[in-house]
């Protein structure tokens, strides 16, 4: 009967770190974001958490860490989400190719803030490399995409490149820029670039299914 009560309470608390740990990270993206990188600490981390900094540092041993940490959260999402459009889909590799890049346009829309955490604020500089930098590993979600490239190309469903590293890397920065573009149309900062007048038929969803016609056209040559 003791066994039992053991196994329970020690189940409960691996529930209960692993709850603590995805509020630390969720908590912090937000603190990440209206404080920014320099003006973060973990003493107000732990003050928004309503937690002793003691208590904040059996998680997470510095704000490097936490950028890090918040990063990988959203890039195993990501990543995920990557692995199954590939495993599910059925048709050739440039429909495949298509898919991703709709997919990335629609998970950069879905949450700002996630997006600026993977992709716009610079990681905190750190003396300590805590144990989740340490174990740190890239997604390889390029990689991935450059031999979904290669095959269309082998398949003669996309027109053949010399340099295969060097147009994925095309092709990914039309993509992310599109991305970069509509989430920044959201903001009416005066100090954005934009035009002052646009045609009427011009939406976020018309410069959206333009952009991946684009895309398309590109990869076909």
């Known amino acids: 009967m003791e ?31 209206d404080s920014g990188p320099n003006a973060l600490t973990m003493r107000k981390l732990a003050k928004h958490l309503n937690m002793t900094q003691t208590f904040l540092y059996t998680y997470i041993q510095s704000k490097r860490e936490l950028w ?24 050739t590799r440039l429909d495949l190719l298509m898919k991703i890049a709709e997919h990335f346009l629609a998970f950069a829309s879905e949450d700002f803030h996630r997006f600026q955490i993977m992709f716009f604020i610079p990681v905190p500089s750190s003396k300590i490399m805590g144990p989740i930098e340490k174990n740190y590993q890239q997604m390889g979600l390029l990689e991935k995409l450059k031999k979904i490239i290669q095959d269309a190309m082998e398949a003669k469903e996309i027109k053949k490149r ?11 920065s039309i993509i992310f820029g599109t991305a970069t573009t509509e989430a920044y149309s959201k903001f009416s900062a005066p100090i954005l670039e934009r035009m002052k007048v646009h045609s009427k038929s011009f939406t976020k969803n ?16």
Do not use: M, P
């Open 206 to 221: 018309s410069f959206r299914q333009c952009s991946l016609k684009e895309i398309r056209n590109i990869l076909i040559g």
């Open 68 to 91: 890090i940490a918040i990063r990988k959260k959203y890039f195993d999402d990501y990543s995920f989400e990557f692995d199954e459009i590939i495993k599910k889909h059925e048709g």
């Open 162 to 172: 010399k340099d295969i590293d060097e147009f994925t890397y095309f092709i990914w």
């Open 3 to 33: 066994k039992n009560n053991v196994k329970k309470t020690r189940a409960r608390t691996k529930e209960q770190k692993e709850k603590n740990f995805q509020r630390i990270l969720e908590v912090g993206k937000e603190v990440f974001i």
